[in-house]
T-cell receptor, first 109, second 114 residues
Framework: GQNIDQPTEMTATEGAIVQINCTYQTSGFNGLFWYQQHAGEAPTFLSYNVLDGLEEKGRFSSFLSRSKGYSYLLLKELQMKDSASYLCAAMDSNYQLIWGAGTKLIIKP | TAGITQAPTSQILAAGRSMTLRCTQDMRHNAMYWYRQDLGLGLRLIHYSNTAGTTGKGEVPDGYSVSRANTDDFPLTLASAVPSQTSVYFC?????????????FGPGTRLTVL
């Protein structure tokens, strides 16, 4: 079957760095997406990886290893506004997104 | 640009009643999607449409129907609501270029079926 695993909840301190991991198993693979979702709001796109390696975009970076079925989202210089859920989603061979349940990130002062 | 709009924002519905959730996008995207989001679960695809005039079933289509008469609108209908359909419903759209197809989401409809 198809499956996405990511931690349910993580806590980090303002100004620090946090890494949110995601492992995936899909029928075929056409890329890995990360979305941010603040409580009560819609998911918003953060990043897309289809090749192995690190993609950096400001304070956020996303890494992919296709051979390991593994990705992580790295958030640097954490701010209170980064408190949100982070959703990992893998695109399968039918170009459908398979979503993880999300990681709730709590930022403490 | 409004992007994607959904209506209503929230609704309480008696079991057995029907209801249509509305979704409109102004980005001229080819593909549109309906998801439900429940606590502790990932977004689950209900129905999708790759282009106007076509629709397809997602992971959890039972009890729901959709239509895609034009590019902009993608309504979701619950013919006879049941309590298990209590959820937050998100509509999304994408350009339909399958190589790097980023989905953009509407604000959601919170539905409670009693």
């Amino acid at each position: 079957g198809q499956n996405i695993d990511q931690p349910t909840e993580m806590t980090a301190t303002e100004g620090a760095i946090v890494q949110i991991n995601c492992t995936y198993q899909t029928s075929g693979f056409n890329g890995l997406f990360w979305y941010q979702q603040h409580a009560g709001e819609a998911p918003t796109f953060l990043s897309y990886n289809v090749l192995d390696g690190l993609e950096e975009k400001g304070r956020f970076s996303s890494f992919l290893s296709r051979s390991k079925g593994y990705s992580y989202l790295l958030l640097k210089e954490l701010q209170m506004k980064d408190s949100a859920s982070y959703l990992c989603a893998a695109m399968d061979s039918n170009y459908q997104l398979i979503w993880g349940a999300g990681t709730k990130l709590i930022i403490k002062p | 640009t409004a992007g994607i709009t959904q209506a209503p924002t929230s609704q309480i519905l008696a079991a057995g009643r029907s209801m249509t959730l509305r979704c409109t996008q102004d980005m001229r995207h080819n593909a549109m999607y309906w998801y439900r989001q429940d606590l502790g679960l990932g977004l689950r695809l209900i129905h999708y449409s790759n282009t106007a005039g076509t629709t397809g079933k997602g992971e959890v289509p039972d009890g729901y129907s959709v239509s895609r008469a034009n590019t902009d609108d993608f309504p979701l209908t619950l013919a006879s609501a049941v309590p298990s359909q209590t959820s937050v419903y998100f509509c999304a759209s994408s350009e339909g270029d399958t190589s790097t197809d980023t989905q953009y989401f509407g604000p959601g409809t919170r539905l409670t079926v009693l």
